[in-house]
């Protein structure tokens, strides 16, 4: 990881966005994003991560994360994921009605030949590029981009009726992972 991009301070918040590798829409089936839902509530559960903001779109995820555990946030990334990477893989694999199946495996396949790090398969892009937010104007701006990504990718009229999103939660609603809300 660069110099520019790194953790240096355990006890701040920071925006990281993980990406598909070639920005692969994989995300545009439910069970793909449910089960980045399920393996972001293990962390928030297991692992002492704390996340401000968060939104799935079809090729990447967006989170405004910090630390409350022992773990440091570069660990739980890193666990997550090597997890999330193998239980998509496999559920693309298990899925009977996934019709670019073959296709997508291909790439992976393909995609890990040319990685050092990679045996079988390679899902994410290697960098995630944590920025830390230093400031509360630096955490707005954000924050409603996060939730403005949907919109602006013609997804939902309102950041708020996007399920795999955080602006359900600062909108007055529930939605699908426990929050810290930004202060």
Known sequence: ????????????????????????????????????????DFCIQEKGLEI???????NHLHLIVGRCGESK???IVRDFKKYTSVALIKAIENNPTESRKEWLLWMF???A????????????????????????????QKLDYVHANPVEAGLVEEPEH??????????????????????
């Not at 070639?22 to 793909?32: A, G, N």
């Not at 903001?53 to 079809?58: D, F, K």
């Not at 030949?113 to 707005?140: G, I, V």
């Open 73 to 75: 946030i570069e660990e």
């Open 109 to 111: 396949r393909k995609l």
């Open 162 to 183: 996007w399920r795999y999103s955080s602006a359900v939660d600062y909108a007055g609603g529930k939605g699908l992972l426990s929050i810290k809300f930004v202060e």
């Open 52 to 58: 401000y903001s968060w939104c799935i779109m079809t």
């Open 1 to 40: 990881m660069s110099e520019k991009y790194k953790i240096r301070d355990q006890e701040r918040i920071y925006f990281i966005t993980f990406s598909v590798v070639q920005w692969i829409d994989v995300f545009t089936r439910s069970e793909y994003k449910d089960l980045l839902i399920v393996s972001l």
């Open 113 to 140: 030949e040319r990685s050092s790090k990679h045996q079988k398969y390679c899902f994410w892009q290697n960098e995630y590029h944590p920025t830390e937010l230093s400031d509360s104007a630096m955490m707005q």
